[in-house]
């Protein structure tokens, strides 16, 4: 049975008249990464001070790292780490002085500090500006400091709360692989973010939460077969290939002016082949074969109803094979 790192039911927070959360179920298996998107006002980054004891929860249980939250908070802030949305880097002192800081604040030797110190920098490449003021860091240089220092406590359990908002794409792609680098060590990352893509990159299961509440849970595929709309698009040059594929497809939407023909798909490699099959024994050969399945914006705006608080990737939805 799989060890849980995160298991929370029934979360309920609100401020004042505003349900924030209500009623949300979290799991976490142990080694992997969990990603949860919502529009701005959502309840993400309350979601993520409730699980790491920052703000408490009007109703629901939860356990982190194993341990009870409510009956034993210093246990769970023991196995957690934490990157907020804001650094909490401090840039009037250099990169190497704010993780000797952060090795002071979890009570660690001198010597212990320095090791962790000297190997963080190494492993996020923050060997050159160690000495330099954090505040002559670029953006993606003080973000990776910002989960270096959240490593010092050697965390198995890691929450970044929007952790790549306002990187370049260079940088952003970095983020990710160090994210990935945490994940194959062993470590669980709780990740809520703005961008789809990188959602659709990193996370083994992803949740939408709308309203207070998870909309759908599942991984990246599974929520993407949730949304119909899926098709394959044949083009032909020829005009009698073209009849003859009518012919012989079911259900097809016909351009006449294009030559092209669009099937309901969810793009099964079985709905594939059979497609393929059935163009190959009418000895029908189209000139080209693209796949639309639905991306997870339009997973997103089908579970929020369109609100623009998230940011889409930017990639063609189309792949021609």
Do not use: C
Not at 66 to 86: E, K, M
């Amino acid at each position: 049975m799989t060890n849980l790192a995160i298991a929370a039911n029934g979360l309920r927070k609100s401020y004042g008249d505003k349900v924030v959360l209500d009623g949300v179920d979290v799991t976490v298996p142990e080694g992997t990464i969990f990603a949860l998107l919502g529009p701005n006002g959502a309840g993400k980054t309350t979601a993520v001070k409730i699980l790491t004891t920052l703000v408490t929860a009007d109703a629901g249980t939860i356990r982190v790292g194993g341990h009870d939250l409510a009956a034993d908070p210093q246990a769970v802030r023991s196995a957690i780490g934490v990157t907020g949305q804001f650094s909490a880097v401090d840039g009037l002192i250099t990169g190497e002085e704010n993780m000797l800081l952060m090795a002071d604040l979890h009570h660690l030797s001198k010597q212990e500090g320095q090791r962790a110190t000297a190997e963080l920098l190494q492993r996020f490449d923050l060997v050159e500006a160690a000495r330099k003021p954090a505040q002559s860091y670029s953006g993606g240089m003080k973000r990776r400091l910002d989960i270096a220092m959240t490593l010092v406590g050697n965390p198995r359990i890691i929450f970044l709360d929007e952790p790549t908002t306002g990187l370049d794409p260079r940088s952003r792609h970095n983020m990710w692989g160090i994210i990935r680098e945490l994940v194959n060590s062993g470590v669980t990352v709780f990740l809520t973010t703005q961008y789809l893509e990188e959602a659709d990159e990193l996370a083994d299961r992803i949740a939408v939460l709308n309203d207070g509440k998870i909309a759908a849970e599942g991984t990246a595929e599974e929520l993407k077969r949730l949304i119909p709309g899926g098709h394959v698009r044949l083009r032909f040059s020829d005009p009698v290939a073209y009849q003859s594929a009518v012919l012989a497809l079911p259900e097809v939407t016909r351009d006449d002016e294009s030559l092209s023909l669009q099937i309901p798909s969810d793009g099964t490699q079985r709905e594939l082949r059979g497609i393929l099959d059935q163009l190959d024994t009418a000895g029908i050969e189209a000139d080209e074969l693209t796949v639309h399945t639905p991306d997870l914006d339009d997973v997103f705006f089908a579970l929020t109803g369109g609100s623009t608080g998230t940011t889409v990737p930017s990639q063609p939805k189309e792949a021609v094979r």
